[in-house]
């Protein structure tokens, strides 16, 4: 099975040859931060996972945007992130249901032992592992604080 970047690339040449401007622009702004990362001071080729850390990175900073335009009164802009943000989304894994996150986080409450919001650390550190880029960190941590203040 091809990495992915091998498919990152594949995809930018038929966005290439299907002049599609869209997935052209983001795949380049992709490929770039990708290689930005390779060549900060001790890092190395990166793997699928440090790839997808790079993509969900991209991924917050197109909603930070989303946010930003829409209470600017700029809906177009808002649209072309989201447009964008859909491009990248397609090189994660599948993301996880509201309810699959809702057990995960469940279970990750009674492992750690948590007794309220204040242990909202210990929970994240349980979690994190189990979800690796399948949900988004906010809905995470919107998720732990529902379930912890509930606990209260």
Known sequence: MATLK??????LKDAMRS????????????????KYKEVEPGASA??????????????????????QFKSGGRPELAEK??????VLQKYLPQQLSAEELSALVTAAISESGAQGPKDMGAVMKNVNPKIQGRAEGRAVSDEVKAQLSKMS
């Open 46 to 67: 990166l793997d699928d996972d440090a790839v997808q850390k790079v993509i969900n990175t991209l991924i917050k900073q197109r909603r930070e945007s989303v946010d």
């Open 81 to 86: 992130e989201e447009q964008e943000i859909a």
């Open 6 to 11: 091998e498919r990152i690339d594949a995809d």
């Open 19 to 34: 002049k599609n401007e869209l997935t052209l622009s983001v795949l380049r702004m992709l490929k770039s931060a990708v």
